[in-house]
T-cell receptor
Framework: RKEVEQDPGPFNVPEGATVAFNCTYS??????FFWYRQDCRKEPKLLMS???SGNEDGRFTAQLNRASQYISLLIRDSKLSDSATYLC???????????????FGKGTKLSVKP | NAGVTQTPKFRILKIGQSMTLQCTQD?????MYWYRQDPGMGLKLIYY???????DKGEVPNGYNVSRSTTEDFPLRLELAAPSQTSVYFC?????????????FGQGTRLTVV
């Protein structure tokens, strides 16, 4: 099982749609979880951290299920400007190692159409 | 608010040539990283550093070298460029290793080896 796995995508949705991204992680020692956004030909940027109790930032809601080792991101009322690749990122939970501290999923591409 | 600065933004190398990708950050972060991103393959860690004078190999270190003489700078050296090193390279830094802290990325270097 890969350390961080995401929906392969791409997701093509109309404006105003609700879209959900899923992510699973394999290391039960992981303590920190994030969603990053990467625009085409740009660097990744933090979208939001994911907390155990779930958290919301405007149209974006992140959920964490530690028992199932599952993270989700929900985007409501999607906008054209939400078009990007969304990366699920998990802290490795260990010091050192060849993967460093942040394990990145391959990302899921979202295209929002008019 | 410079953050993480990478140079150059683009570069074309011939097979066998050498070059250094520069990375500097002004946030006084101890932790710095070099990633490469190939299309559809996600981010792979090349090298990382937990502080000045300390570096360690990531997942794909072959063909690269790094140094960390100061907190601010973390250059990546390619000694004998090969076509397999054609990729987008991102430098990143973070304040902490194990807490819920974001990684800040530079704008990336697009390298083509021909």
């Amino acid at each position: 099982r890969k350390e961080v796995e995401q929906d392969p995508g791409p997701f093509n949705v109309p404006e105003g749609a609700t879209v959900a991204f899923n992510c699973t992680y394999s290391n039960s020692a992981s303590q920190s979880f994030f969603w990053y956004r990467q625009d085409c030909r740009k660097e990744p940027k933090l979208l939001m951290s994911v907390y155990s109790s779930g958290n919301e930032d405007g149209r974006f809601t992140a959920q964490l299920n530690r028992a199932s080792q599952y993270i989700s991101l929900l985007i409501r009322d999607s906008k054209l400007s939400d078009s990007a690749t969304y990366l699920c990122v998990v802290n490795s939970g260990r010091y050192g190692g060849s993967q460093g501290n942040l394990i990145f999923g391959k990302g899921t591409k979202l295209s929002v159409k008019p | 608010n410079a953050g993480v600065t990478q140079t150059p933004k683009f570069r074309i190398l011939k097979i066998g040539q050498s070059m250094t990708l520069q990375c500097t950050q002004d946030m006084n972060h101890n932790y710095m990283y070099w990633y490469r991103q190939d299309p559809g393959m996600g981010l792979k860690l090349i090298y990382y550093s937990v502080g000045a004078g300390i570096t360690d190999k990531g997942e794909v270190p072959n063909g690269y070298n790094v140094s960390r003489s100061t907190t601010e700078d973390f250059p990546l050296r390619l000694e004998l460029a090969a076509p397999s090193q054609t990729s987008v390279y991102f430098c990143a830094s973070s304040y902490s290793w194990d807490r819920a802290t974001e990684a800040f990325f530079g704008q990336g270097t697009r390298l083509t080896v021909v």
